[in-house]
């Protein structure tokens, strides 16, 4: 009953948010939450999907990855998000591109360790054959 609720909310929200966001903003939006389901799954498939091949993933620490080392750490549970909260979110859409700003406060448990993550992120996703792929990613500590 619970799941039911809350789907229901989510779904008045997305509407909502749909009205004052263009088409690719609204398409974009689900991308970002896609990936954010599939980092706390560790779902190798949608990980591989979502990412660009030429993906630059950079961590607050400085670490960069490419496309394969990200959804290795994922799923491996090296980068382990049990929860993960995006706050403060704006897109926008630049030609075929889009940035994305947020904040991100998650819990992990990274290669066993509990944690706690702050931190703001800068996602670039790129339209390709028709879908939006994260191109490149930069997290920084807040």
Do not use: P
């Amino acid at each position: 009953m619970m799941k039911k609720i809350v789907l229901v909310l989510f779904l008045s929200v997305c509407s909502w948010a749909a009205q004052a966001q263009s088409k690719d903003e609204v398409a974009v939006a689900n991308a970002v939450e896609a990936l954010k389901k599939a980092m706390i799954d560790a779902d190798k498939t949608v990980l591989e999907n979502l990412a660009a091949d030429g993906l630059s993933y950079g961590h607050s620490s400085g670490k960069v990855e490419d496309k394969a080392e990200f959804v290795r750490a994922i799923v491996s549970g090296e980068s382990d998000f049990v929860t993960i909260d995006l706050t403060e979110q704006t897109i926008k859409i630049v030609g075929t591109n889009a940035i994305v700003r947020h904040k991100l406060s998650a819990k992990t448990n990274n290669k066993g360790q509990a944690g706690t993550a702050n931190i703001a992120i800068l996602l670039v996703w790129q339209k390709q054959k028709g879908q939006w792929k994260m191109l490149a990613r930069q997290a920084v500590k807040i």
